[in-house]
């Protein structure tokens, strides 16, 4: 019953083409005859006709006869032997009859592992934002920093220049002075060239103090104490990352280091030792209970 399904599925997939396949009718004691393929268009009744009472001038009453169908394509015959070959060993086709999957209950053990994954994989993606981000501001900082450095130079080489017009001056304002020599504000010129020259000086010894100020300084951190692992947190980037402190063992303890550059100001600070939270006794300590931290001032 496959083989004669298969066989009119072949059928009805030909039927509206301009061009049908040629049939080939076959007795099965052997005798065997073509019928002519049709030309114009039909419906899907009047095939359907022809195949339950063909008209055919072999037709013996009373016998058996097969009816099979020529596929136009290589591709389309294999599909049929394929078929034929899971009729005859009794296989099913898997895109035909897909076998269904039954669904698995998890267990509330199972689903809290599931969420707990969720939310780790949450607290990772905001924990690599914020350490992106992090690392662009130290970028920056380190960006600005270059330009205070610049910039300092610049200035203390103009420091440098006005320091020896200030002393020409001052060697001009002490010699005698020509007869005729122009005054400002009742002073000569040469007094008055000293006296500007100094008060620029002044100006730019007190933008140098505010660049040096703005620029930051060397900071060193140190742990005493038995530990695999030191960190130092704090408000100097937002209690975000930190800096581990390098360990050197003496012998019969371990020395953890660390340098920060950090500029002028007050911090909050407190060490991470092994996972645990640690204050320093050597730094002074500012806050009460669990807000208690280690206070830095850098200045």
């Not at 040629?22 to 007795?27: I, P």
């Not at 009047?46 to 591709?75: D, Q």
């Not at 360990?247 to 060490?271: A, C, Q, V, W």
């Amino acid at each position: 019953m496959k083989s004669l399904n298969m066989e009119c599925n072949l059928l009805i997939n030909s039927v509206g083409s301009t061009n049908l396949p040629r049939f080939t009718v076959e007795y099965i004691n052997g005798v065997r005859g073509n019928m002519a393929s049709y030309k114009t268009r039909i419906g899907f009744h009047r095939m359907h006709k022809s195949f339950l009472v063909p008209t055919w001038k072999y037709n013996i009453p009373g016998t058996s006869w097969k009816i099979f169908c020529a596929p136009e394509k290589l591709e389309q015959q294999f599909s049929v032997v394929v078929s034929t070959k899971r009729a005859e060993v009794g296989e099913s086709d898997p895109e035909a009859s897909p076998e269904k999957i039954p669904a698995k209950t998890l267990s509330s053990d199972e689903l809290k592992l599931l969420l707990a994954d969720a939310e780790r994989l949450k607290l990772l993606k905001k924990l690599s934002e914020a350490n992106q981000y992090n690392r662009l501001l130290k970028r920056e900082l380190q960006d600005k920093e270059d330009v205070l450095v610049n910039f300092k130079s610049e200035l203390a080489v103009i420091e440098l220049e006005i320091q020896a017009l200030v002393r020409l001056a001052e060697e001009i304002a002490k010699s005698d002075i020509p007869v005729g020599s122009r005054k400002i504000k009742g002073r000569y010129i040469q007094s008055h060239l000293f006296s500007r020259l100094g008060a620029i000086q002044e100006k730019l010894a007190a933008q140098i103090k505010d660049v040096e100020a703005a620029q930051a300084k060397e900071v060193p951190l140190s742990w005493v104490g038995v530990a695999e692992s030191v960190q130092v947190m704090g408000s100097f980037d937002g209690w975000s990352q930190g800096e581990h402190l390098s360990p050197e063992y003496n012998g019969s303890y371990m020395h953890f280091s660390t340098t920060l550059f950090l500029r002028p100001g007050r911090y909050e600070i407190k060490f991470l030792v092994d996972g645990e939270w640690h204050l320093s006794p050597e730094l002074p300590i500012t806050g009460e209970g669990l807000t208690k931290n280690n206070l830095l001032i850098v200045e």
